[in-house]
T-cell receptor
């Protein structure tokens, strides 16, 4: 069974640009969550999707948005990039909703904003 | 708001020895779940062990076990017979309610000395 796939693995963007990151969950998983990981702020929750609906959103500005498609694949978009958006973005998929459900993580997308 | 605290930024253990990583959390919820995740240099987060708050029995997974003290809101991870492959960043995480959102601690970097 294929794991969680995040593309691209590495990305370099310029301030002011926008970026789209993609996450393909494990086959059959309908829940996708996104996290931002930085040395200063650690791991912070961005959003959570289940069956194409955003179920939860973290404390991030409106420049951060996401969506989930009918095949459960998810994308997150960051507009008007700032230097502080440089981070490792992790996607996790789960088979269902509920706190005990195991989250399977992808290898992340390393975004560098210059 | 729920918080997770890991007070040990770095730990070191000799191969084959035992090490305990500390984690405390704060919540007003009665139904929640606690996790330990491992993040090796490859960056992919892997679930090590999980605990349901309503279960008094401590979870164990092979060489990994937890000491869950609900009243003290403490959730430590014990690694027995440490192996070189255990070297990684370890994150304690909390999840509550009907959500897959994880709240992470700041992590403990574990080094295993041969």
């Amino acid at each position: 069974k294929a794991g969680v796939t995040q593309t691209p693995r590495y990305l370099i963007k310029t301030r002011g640009q926008q970026v789209t990151l993609s996450c393909s969950p494990i086959s059959g998983h309908r829940s996708v969550s996104w996290y931002q990981q930085t040395p200063g702020q650690g791991l912070q929750f961005l959003f959570e999707y289940f069956s194409e609906t955003q179920r939860n959103k973290g404390n991030f500005p409106g420049r951060f948005s996401g969506r989930q498609f009918s095949n459960s694949r998810s994308e997150m978009n960051v507009s008007t990039l700032e230097l502080g958006d440089s981070a490792l973005y992790l996607c996790a998929s789960s088979s269902s909703m509920g706190g005990y459900t195991e989250a399977f993580f992808g290898q992340g997308t390393r975004l560098t904003v210059v | 708001a729920q918080t997770v605290t890991q007070s040990q930024p770095e730990m070191s253990v000799q191969e084959a020895e035992t090490v305990t990583l500390s984690c405390t959390y704060d919540t007003s919820e009665s139904d929640y779940y606690l996790f330990w995740y491992k993040q090796p240099p490859s960056r992919q987060m892997i679930l090590v062990i999980r605990q349901e708050a309503y279960k008094q029995q401590n979870a164990t997974e092979n060489r990994f076990s937890v000491n869950f003290q609900k009243a003290a809101k403490s959730f430590s991870l014990k690694i027995s017979d440490s192996q070189l492959g255990d070297a990684a960043m370890y994150f304690c995480a909390y999840s509550g309610g009907a959500t897959n959102k994880l709240i992470f601690g700041t992590g403990t970097l574990l080094a295993v000395q041969p």
